[in-house]
């Protein structure tokens, strides 16, 4: 319940923002979509096409991402209570659906959730393999989660690096090695084909690493609340610390193997992502979403290890118990203050071209990533005739992942037959701003029309109307 209501912000938005749109587009193209991508996401469009066919509506095609959200605390339950105790493990639920990214992410129509479920299931079919009979069915169950988790999100594979370490860490038997090793040999390979096939492609929006990008990244994963963030911190280090204890005084691996889990799950796969910046701009805090699990997890621990230190003093004990209360109760707060405002400058947007359109306007859009939210946005207009996208040469309608555009040349010169060009852009994006000027630039845009209009919106989004020969 908890986790449904922090998420009802996050799926009652009205509009559709740019990833979503590009899932929307990726749905009525699966195997362009594929090609393109490397793979990256497939298993999530897929499961997103058949849910659309109920509805087309954003706030039912984000209920697909809560319900698999949903799923993974669940299991997260399952797993946390084998390793820490029941009291631990709910309280550890509780601070992963009172985080910031939990917020953010639980109701979008993205593959975050999934790739979520995914992961605590990796944990929960490893720790099974680690402490149950060897069957071929157990191998081959988690060979599969392996394998769908850089298919879900191509980061998502850090994980799976976490799990070695973990096992590495417990100086695990050779026998449970050769039940691993498949599963992880098979995510290796179709990380390294995802990235080579396209999935290694990140947006020009994301800029070189600096330390102000740490400090953000430090907060999503903990609390947004500086001060609480480092009180959260600060629990995690005692957890680490009481960890390697329990680590050397362990004295069956599986002890060894929940020992270091938690911490192996939250280190390896921010460390691996912080180094992989500083190679290549990947340092988005959405893609470490899989691991706000176990920093709520290290988090708790943390809280009930200062209980336990303190079993001779009940009032110290109970100082300490109401600890973990006052942290989950300064996590709702501060997610409520963090939540994000309605992203709807693409229906806005929408809004403006359809209350002002007439029958032999045209729309130019110079880059892609332009086109799919505003294309979703424009799903809720019913204009008697749509307009003429001249970039691709037919009418507004369905967002498409995949499709070539015209130059900027070439489309405008098919717009010599229409009297208005609504051009729309967002600078946000440099490729936007460079197709932009390619445009605006033209000598038949130049020559043959005028400015007569334009509106700014949010996030750089702009519409400038052109008429022929006005002014």
């Not at 319900?67 to 509780?94: K, P, Q, T, Y």
């Not at 500083?278 to 621990?301: C, D, E, I, N």
């Not at 003429?388 to 015209?406: C, H, I, M, N, Q």
């Amino acid at each position: 319940m908890l986790g449904a209501t922090t998420a009802i912000p996050a799926i009652a938005r009205p509009a559709l923002w740019f990833d979503e749109a590009a899932s929307i587009g990726a749905t009525h193209q699966l195997g362009l979509t594929a090609r393109e991508s490397g793979g990256t996401m497939a298993p999530y469009y897929v499961l997103l096409r058949a849910w659309s066919l109920v509805s087309s509506d954003p706030r039912w095609l984000r209920l697909l991402s809560l319900a698999l959200g949903l799923s993974a605390v669940a299991l997260f339950i399952r797993v946390s209570e084998r390793w820490v105790g029941r009291s631990v493990a709910l309280a550890s639920s509780a601070a992963l659906v009172l985080s910031y990214l939990w917020a953010q992410l639980a109701g979008e129509a993205r593959s975050y959730t999934l790739a979520l479920l995914l992961t605590v299931a990796a944990w929960d079919r490893l720790d099974r393999l680690m402490g149950g009979p060897a069957t071929g069915a157990a191998t081959l169950g988690y060979g599969v989660i392996c394998v769908l988790l850089p298919l879900t999100h191509g980061l998502a594979a850090l994980v799976v690096g976490a799990q070695v370490a973990a096992l590495l860490c417990a100086k695990v038997e050779p026998a449970v090695w050769r039940r691993v090793a498949p599963g992880v040999l098979g995510g290796t390979l179709v990380t390294v084909a995802c990235a080579v096939g396209g999935g290694s492609d990140v947006t020009d929006w994301v800029r070189p690493t600096t330390w102000s990008d740490l400090y953000r990244l430090w907060r999503h994963m903990t609390a947004v609340l500086p001060a609480l963030a480092f009180v959260v911190s600060g629990l995690a280090v005692v957890t680490i610390a009481g960890a390697r204890a329990d680590h050397r005084t362990s004295s069956t691996t599986l002890g060894r193997f929940r020992a270091v889990a938690p911490t192996a799950w939250a280190a390896v796969p921010t460390v691996g992502l912080i180094a992989l910046s500083l190679v290549h701009p990947t340092l988005v805090s959405r893609y470490l979403f899989v691991v706000v699990p176990a920093w709520a997890l290290l988090a708790m621990q943390g809280v009930a290890r200062l209980v336990r230190v303190m079993h001779a003093n009940p009032t110290k004990q109970a100082v300490t118990a109401l600890l973990a209360i006052i942290l989950l109760a300064c996590a709702a707060t501060t997610q409520a203050a963090s939540w994000s405002q309605p992203v709807d400058e693409w229906d806005r947007a929408a809004a403006v071209v359809a209350e002002g359109f007439e029958g032999a306007d045209a729309v130019l859009m110079p880059e892609r990533r332009n086109r799919m939210p505003f294309e979703a946005a424009w799903a809720d207009r019913n204009p008697p005739v749509d307009p003429t996208l001249l970039d691709f040469e037919r009418p507004l309608g369905t967002p498409r992942y995949v499709e070539s555009a015209k130059t900027s040349a070439e489309a405008l010169r098919l717009g010599s037959r229409h009297e208005r060009i609504w051009v729309v852009y967002q600078y946000v994006f440099a490729p936007s701003r460079t197709a932009y000027r390619a445009a605006v630039g033209s000598s038949t845009l130049t020559e043959d029309f005028s400015v007569v209009d334009q509106w700014t919106f949010d996030r750089e989004l702009n519409i400038v109307l052109y008429e022929r020969g006005a002014g």
